[in-house]
């Protein structure tokens, strides 16, 4: 099946920084989804970004399908960012896979 | 409030115990998931059902039992569960081959004692 790494799997910011997390996939896939979950478990969707860039107020993404990576960016993070970010991927047809996540603290 | 509702949201139950897992999709989706998210863990996808047919069984043991009566519930039935099956049990939904977005219920933490 197909794998899914994300990386860093930790970041540790100060309220204001910007930051990059990475999801890089082995094969290719017509869904890519990131993902954030709050400290209650809820999966809130951020963005469907099989290809190209989007951006949604702070938080913009880019997926790079041909070279099998998507970066979400994070910029001026607030205190409200922390959590665990997913990317998950998947094929037509099948279930999203998840990678396991970056786990993203930012500190007042 | 994404659609998609779970009940309960927090559950413990004992190991000889036999209890359910709800979930319903507001969203008009014809796809609904289970996945368990353990500590330290990615998400595991458990069941898939597609037009209320069981589509994908992820190898899970047959101490869960799923079943989805129509295209807007899901239920997962739990019997004789063990301690190592406490986690997050997520449901989701979408609309499967449309490459539409998925999207998950708040999530039912259980503990099994």
């Known amino acids: 099946g197909i794998q899914v790494e994300q990386s860093p799997p930790d970041l540790i910011l100060q309220e204001g920084a910007n930051s990059t997390l990475r999801c890089n996939f082995s094969d290719s896939v017509n869904n890519l989804q990131w993902f954030h979950q709050n400290p209650w478990g809820q999966l809130i969707n951020l963005f469907y970004?099989?290809?190209g860039t989007k951006q949604n107020g702070r938080l913009s993404a880019t997926t790079v399908a041909t070279e099998r990576y998507s970066l979400l960016y994070i910029s001026s993070s607030q205190t409200t960012d922390s959590g665990v970010y997913f990317c998950?991927?998947?094929?037509?047809?099948?279930?999203?896979?998840f990678g396991k996540g970056t786990t993203l603290s930012v500190s007042s | 409030e994404t659609g998609v509702t779970q009940t309960p949201r927090h559950l413990v139950m004992g190991m000889t115990n036999k209890k359910s897992l709800k979930c319903e999709q507001h969203?008009?989706?014809?796809?609904m998931y289970w996945y368990k998210q353990s500590a330290k863990k990615p998400l595991e996808l458990m069941f898939v059902y597609s037009l209320e047919e069981r589509v994908e069984n992820n190898s899970v043991p047959s101490r869960f039992s799923p079943e989805c009566p129509n295209s807007s519930h899901l239920f997962l039935h739990l019997h004789t569960l063990q301690p190592e099956d406490s986690a997050l049990y997520l449901c989701?939904?979408?609309?499967?081959?449309?490459?539409?977005?998925?999207?998950f219920g708040e999530g039912s933490w259980l503990t099994v004692v």
């Open positions: 989701a939904s979408s609309q499967r081959n449309s490459g539409n977005t998925i999207y």
């Open positions: 970004i099989p290809s």
């Open positions: 969203l008009g989706h014809n796809a």
């Open positions: 998950a991927v998947g094929q037509a047809g099948t279930a999203l896979i």
